[in-house]
């Protein structure tokens, strides 16, 4: 019995190393070597920049590590400004999002069977074409001759056409349309186990649809808001794409700066300095945001 | 005899393995459709064919390493910098048969990029100039100076064409190096004070721009969307010819302005790490051979380095000066040298702040 109890508990422990494995392989080792590189010193060569460790004569180690990447990000307010306007265009796309994104999930957890299963097949089905297709779909509906022009003015609504290609109005566009499904999918989640009776009792208490949607559903709802919102917004930061096909001039984002920095500049290590703050610049918020909702729970508790 | 036959058979497999394959690396729409089969059909080796569309992309991929590419075609400038960092091998002139077919002028000039040519062999050049939509910029200022750079440049001649749409080729070093040239200053400096004067003027007409980016224009032009793409010469050859075969009532012109520009090359090179040397070289020979350098002429539109091959190109294309300018026009243009990755910094730098604002 004893032994059978062990290998089940080996057996647990194996599966719980999967995960941490994962992490190591996928994560852990090219964050350290992003990390390697942004501290070298950048060179014409193959690859391009020094490396960090050499050993003189076969016995001496020698470790040089450039901190000079990180003050120069400090010292351009280009990298500050980058980063701040990527995070005010995610989130803005990213409240774009959840205003599109509630409704429909709402439609879709209080549609009957087998309405339901085709509606959530609808919000996937998009995937199976390529992104890039569908970015790119969007700058003929939204060029000064496309799609979108073309009906506003024959119906008589607009009398010159609206520029809304290469302006900020089409990444958030772009980034609604293309991370909505992320939004969708967590919120119909929250909403299909949300208990309809706690409703009846509401209106039996005299609260108005309105009342009681702020007061019972928005608030039970809340991790799948939290949930969706974090999927799009994440990646919406250092998004590249979207800007890069949808933006304009002016659009300054994270992805077009480490972009600069690594193609145009050949400036692998200032680049991999730049991603590294990035990673903190995403993290950071969400660690606290985590810290914010374990102690929330632990009150309810 | 069954000893024989088992000899003759491997010999035969051996030298099927020997002409085996060839990675090609090439930029985007830049190969007449039949030179990848002709190659094939006459060598036996196959061509994987893969495309890029900046200079920076394939620049990245070579100093990585381990491409796995054997043939690559960087731009001179690019090129140059590559080779000090040791990303090229010599290439061996005694497979190059048809290096004679040549043009000895143009090889002299990329020597600047390559010195004594070690390396590379040109395979198609071009100008960076400017097209318009005749009919938009004829209906804004009938006395537009359609063959001046003064169309770009000058703030109240621009400012014209804003409404229907001007688009700037999205890359620094061609960029500043016309707008250096059109101020009278030397494109290749490294002059803070220089650069500061170019981004001055692009500043000066930035607001009348739509958008910068590295090929976007092409249908843009063609289809109206826009009446002035600064952009490369073959590029907005193609854009005007698909305008005359849409017959959407879009005629383009394009123009190597008078005052001079930027004339690049592209250079075949062998990556030092390619895994066939040998067919590497038999396809960049292949290349040379002037009925084929004109077959890619006549359907690119750029022009090629192969002096042999000039007669065998169509009369419409030699005859067409945005593709074989002229001596007149071609004393006016200037090719752009590597410069250092400081410059490169601060050019770039430049760049953003002109784009961006930031």
Known sequence: MRVVRRLNTLRRDWLSWIPTVWLGVFFLIPFLVVLKISLSEATIAMPPYLPIFEWIEGSLLEIRLDFGNYLFLIDDPLYGAAYVESVRIALTATIITLLIGYPMAYVIATAREPRRTLLLLLVILPFWTSFLLRVYAWIAILKTNGLLNGLLMSLGVISEPLVILQTDVAVYIGIAYTYLPFMVLPLYASLSKLDRTLLEAAEDLGATPWISFLTVTLPLTLPGVVAGSLLVFVPAIGEFVIPALLGGNDTLMIGKVLWNEFFANRDWPIASAVAIMMLFVIVGPLMWLNRMNAQHEEANS | ?358
């Open chain 2, 1 to 358: 005899m069954s000893r024989f036959l088992v000899f003759a058979l491997l010999l035969i497999a051996g030298s099927a393995s020997a002409q085996g394959v060839v990675n090609i690396y090439n930029w985007s729409d830049y190969i007449a459709e039949d030179t990848i089969a002709k190659f094939e059909e006459k060598t036996g080796i196959k061509v994987n064919y893969d495309v890029f569309d900046t200079n920076e992309l394939l620049e990245a991929k070579l100093l990585a390493g381990s491409s796995g590419y054997d043939v690559v075609v960087p731009t001179g400038n690019f090129l140059e910098r590559q080779i000090q960092a040791g990303v090229f091998r010599k290439l061996d002139r005694s497979k190059l048969s048809n290096l004679a077919n040549m043009d000895a002028d143009i090889m002299r000039i990329v020597e600047q990029h390559d010195p004594a040519n070690a390396h590379s062999v040109v395979y198609m050049w071009g100008t960076t100039g400017f097209a318009y939509n005749t009919k938009a910029i004829q209906e804004r200022m009938p006395e537009a100076p359609v063959s001046s750079w003064a169309m770009v440049f000058e703030p109240e001649i621009v400012s014209q064409f804003e409404d229907c749409g001007v688009a700037i080729l999205e890359s620094p070093t061609d960029i500043l190096a016309s707008a250096k040239h059109y101020l009278g200053l030397d494109p290749a400096s490294e002059s803070a004070d220089d650069l500061k004067q170019a981004e001055d003027l692009l500043m000066s007409v930035r607001q009348y721009i739509r958008y910068f980016h590295p090929s976007q224009y092409i249908n843009d032009l063609a289809n109206g969307d826009i009446c002035l793409a600064v952009g490369y010469s073959g590029d907005l050859l193609q854009s005007r010819d698909r305008a005359a075969e849409a017959n959407n009532g879009v005629e383009i012109e394009y123009v190597i302005p008078e005052e001079g520009g930027v004339v690049w090359f592209d250079l075949m090179a062998i990556p030092a790490d390619a895994p066939n040397v040998d067919e590497a070289h038999q396809f960049i020979n292949f290349i040379m051979d002037a009925q084929i350098a004109a077959d890619i002429t006549n359907y690119v539109f750029y022009a090629n380095a192969n002096a042999a091959s000039t007669e065998l190109v169509d009369a419409e294309v030699t005859s067409d000066q945005g593709i074989y300018p002229s001596d007149e026009v071609k004393a006016g243009l200037f090719a752009m040298k590597a410069f250092s990755s400081r410059y490169d910094r601060i050019m770039n730098r430049t760049w953003t702040r002109i784009k961006t604002g930031q």
